[in-house]
């Protein structure tokens, strides 16, 4: 029996990706648009019923903004015509029947800042056009189910009315229902992150982080985001017993961005540009252009640590692959984590941009502040459960101090690894101060409290705590 072969340009479509990612260190992700679980002859959906589960303490009208925007987001696709009941028989048509699954609404007060957080789960059933009469309804031809944490901070006391935020945060999930049914024409290509110093042009990447970008680039996401969290776990690279400290445009932007004292700043920024020293002769002569021990000298040894600096590199460049890939398929909230968080390893002003212009685009922006306070404000949230990260030691360290139940964190499901401590003599330690911002003290929790809404009929679950002044509703 002969052999079957593929034609010529087929295979070359399948090989062509691996080949051009075995030999550049350019990573490039092209998007064409990936099959949706609603074929190609599918030209009319019936958005049929959405229902909330008994026990939502959500109203009718509330309950119908997720409907509402479930078709608005379909009436975005060109491909499809999308219709109100009642069902029809029309050819090539589905209908579709939405269910709110879990509905968790709290608020959190805290330095000044409330925390509205709005989580969400939906699934939608997709069914073939209206039965004939009298025969019973087959079983749905898919089954999409998406959660959302959708999380908003208001600087004071003033917050919106809750259902201006449950229309944005419906919008959120109901964009990734319709990415998996239908998803979105492809657009631009992206380019993936590789770990590159933006001070010297130099690359020390992680493997897992270019094993990540391989996968990507031929579209096997999954296997990516598996290899990039890999990284997330184990940032570290080359040999800690050779360790050298030395201050770099990165290391000012990192201690900037965790706040560290203005007195300290004039000899920090004496040692630019210095060649890189042992631990002993780096602190005698930071020592020496300060004429005494800094306040923050841990914080200070810490991101001038060479050999972790590279480990933040790599970090920022998981987290920013991370924020593309989800960004690509619509998963919003743990885009706006990772972009954040590439932003804190690594403060480039590009993914300051992106996190900004993405919150924008979720209606989670804090009204009345620049990005960088912004983006400030965000980092001192726990990230959000459907991340499945959770902050490590390398993260601690450039991470604001942590606010709003930070607690909740330790709930993830992969959490990061602590940084290796430094291989360094006893007589060589650096001095007993904290490299990590520490929180302000705050007065003990009361009992959590949920202001709205449960999940199955329950409590609004744990980190919760209520407002503790009147929040004036605008």
Known sequence: MPSRRLPVPVLLSLLLPALLAACSTTWVVTRPAPPGLLGPEVDSVVVRSFAADDGIALNEADVGLFGLQLREVLGTRPQLRTFDDPPTRLPNTVLLDGRLDAYEASEESDDGLVLRTLRLTVTVAVHASAPVRGRKEPPPLAVVTRSVDWRKLYPGATVSALPLDLAHAAEEIAGQIVQALVPAPAGE?????????????????????????????????????????????????????????????????????????????????????????????????????????????????????????????????????LALVDSMERRRDTAAYHFAAAWAHNPAPALLVRWADLQRKRGVYPPGLDEADAARLYLRLPPPRTALVRPGGFARAVLPPPAFGAADAAASTEPVAPAPAPAVAPDEAPTQQSAVPQPVARPPATAPTPSSGATGGGPSGPGTVPVTAPATRQ
């Open 189 to 321: 290509d992206i380019r993936l992150y590789d770990g590159r110093d933006p001070a010297t042009g130099r690359v020390q990447a992680h493997d897992a982080l270019i094993k990540g970008n391989r996968f990507a680039v031929v579209r096997l996401y999954d296997k990516a985001r598996q290899a990039w969290r890999r990284v997330l776990f184990d940032p570290t690279t080359g040999d800690p017993s050779e360790r050298r400290y030395q201050i770099s445009t990165q290391t000012l932007n990192q201690l900037r961005l965790a706040g560290l004292d203005s007195s300290d700043w004039a000899p920090v920024q004496a040692l630019l540009g210095e060649a890189p020293r042992a631990l002993v002769p780096f602190r005698q002569r930071l020592r020496e252009l300060a004429g005494r021990p800094l306040e923050n000298e841990g914080l200070v040894l810490t991101l001038a640590d060479a050999y972790a600096a590279y480990a933040h590199l790599n970090l920022s460049a998981a987290h920013a692959n």
